[in-house]
């Protein structure tokens, strides 16, 4: 049988076939011995042993694979902002976009609680710089629509920072989910219920999502080596000027004659974007081959 890892807890992998009947599988030894754990993502192959429990015997070529939280053949990264309670500053965006670009990931920048807030600053970043951006309230219902049909077809991961209404969405998506929805602390700004363990959610309309806990768990020094040489190619704007700087090995932070910047300075690239990847960059900048392991 082949199928999709749902979820992954104390050793069980939950393994859905076509139809959505989940197996409870354990993994072949063999596993363990290669040092590769399966995924929730994965596609694997499994054998049913008995009523509902099986074993997963291979794992198929992934798409990608993020160690925190550890998901894999994520198609799509669903980036959830807000400019009301919590405010969502375009750095951890750009950020997430570097990595959805180094993961071979499409990105959606979904500005949310927008009967608060527009969000109108936000939105102008992304709709200038060729990032798909969309404004939905899950309060309201406002874009929930479109947002459907943006992930259909689609293994999406939903990411953003804590209170943002990632569950909330989720909910308005699929109203039976019924995800437990923190209460956003007054004081704190943020979140207080966090979504705990990994779990890959069917929608009626044939989306796939996950509910990731948030910015953070995307940190991870492998990831930080591979994002500080493949850098400027993860700025999707940047690309048309990329080679055309008078120095090669040109960093488009200050340089004379860089097309970025020029492009900066003409108002084809947008400052806040071009702001995220000098910060990036001296994020970057210091890190080694040796702090990887
Ligand atoms: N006004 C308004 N409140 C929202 C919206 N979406 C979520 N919230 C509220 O924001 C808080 C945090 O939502 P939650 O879904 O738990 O955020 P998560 O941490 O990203 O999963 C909850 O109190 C929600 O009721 C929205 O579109 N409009
Ligand atoms: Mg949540
Ligand atoms: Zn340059």
Same mark, same amino acid.
Request: negative net charge; proline residues 3%.
């Given at each position: 049988?082949?199928?999709?890892?749902?979820?992954?807890?104390?050793?069980?992998?939950?393994?859905?076939?076509?139809?959505?009947?989940?197996?409870?599988?354990?993994?072949?030894?063999?596993?363990?011995?290669?040092?590769?754990?399966?995924?929730?993502?994965?596609?694997?192959?499994?054998?049913?042993?008995?009523?509902?429990?099986?074993?997963?015997?291979?794992?198929?070529?992934?798409?990608?694979?993020?160690?925190?939280?550890?998901?894999?053949?994520?198609?799509?990264?669903?980036?959830?902002?807000?400019?009301?309670?919590?405010?969502?500053?375009?750095?951890?965006?750009?950020?997430?976009?570097?990595?959805?670009?180094?993961?071979?990931?499409?990105?959606?920048?979904?500005?949310?609680?927008?009967?608060?807030?527009?969000?109108?600053?936000?939105?102008?970043?992304?709709?200038?710089?060729?990032?798909?951006?969309?404004?939905?309230?899950?309060?309201?219902?406002?874009?929930?629509?479109?947002?459907?049909?943006?992930?259909?077809?689609?293994?999406?991961?939903?990411?953003?920072?804590?209170?943002?209404?990632?569950?909330? =969405?989720?909910?308005? +998506?699929?109203?039976?989910?019924?995800?437990?929805?923190? #209460?956003?602390?007054?004081? !704190? %700004?943020?979140? @207080?219920?966090?979504?705990?363990?990994?779990?890959?959610?069917?929608?009626?309309?044939?989306?796939?999502?996950?509910?990731?806990?948030?910015?953070?768990?995307?940190?991870?020094?492998? =990831?930080?080596?591979? +994002?500080?040489?493949?850098?400027?190619?993860?700025?999707? #704007?940047?690309?048309?000027? !990329? %080679?055309?700087? @008078?120095?090669?090995?040109?960093?488009?932070?200050?340089?004379?004659?860089?097309?970025?910047?020029?492009?900066?300075?003409?108002?084809?690239?947008?400052?806040?974007?071009?702001?995220?990847?000098?910060?990036?960059?001296?994020?970057?900048?210091?890190?080694?081959?040796?702090?990887?392991?």
């Amino acid at each position: 049988m082949t199928g999709r890892i749902l979820k992954a807890l104390s050793g069980f992998y939950y393994v859905a076939d076509e139809g959505g009947i989940i197996t409870t599988c354990r993994a072949r030894g063999k596993f363990r011995k290669d040092g590769i754990s399966p995924l929730v993502g994965d596609i694997v192959d499994y054998t049913v042993l008995s009523e509902a429990q099986g074993v997963v015997d291979t794992v198929h070529p992934r798409r990608n694979e993020f160690s925190r939280p550890a998901v894999a053949n994520i198609d799509q990264l669903v980036i959830v902002a807000s400019n009301a309670i919590p405010q969502t500053v375009p750095f951890l965006i750009d950020r997430i976009c570097a990595i959805a670009a180094l993961k071979n990931c499409d990105v959606l920048v979904c500005i949310n609680k927008c009967d608060l807030d527009r969000a109108q600053e936000l939105y102008d970043i992304y709709a200038a710089s060729g990032i798909d951006v969309l404004r939905v309230s899950a309060e309201t219902g406002e874009g929930i629509d479109v947002l459907r049909e943006k992930i259909t077809g689609k293994l999406s991961a939903f990411t953003g920072n804590s209170g943002v209404g990632k569950s909330s =969405l989720l909910n308005a +998506l699929q109203p039976d989910f019924a995800l437990r929805v923190g #209460e956003v602390s007054q004081a !704190l %700004g943020r979140g @207080r219920h966090t979504t705990r363990h990994v779990e890959l959610l069917h929608l009626d309309c044939g989306a796939e999502v996950i509910d990731t806990p948030g910015f953070s768990s995307f940190d991870t020094q492998e =990831l930080s080596l591979s +994002l500080k040489e493949h850098l400027e190619e993860t700025f999707v #704007e940047f690309t048309p000027y !990329l %080679g055309k700087c @008078r120095f090669v090995g040109c960093s488009h932070t200050k340089e004379k004659d860089c097309a970025v910047l020029e492009a900066l300075r003409a108002g084809e690239i947008v400052k806040s974007r071009h702001e995220s990847y000098c910060r990036l960059y001296d994020e970057l900048r210091d890190v080694r081959e040796w702090n990887t392991k």
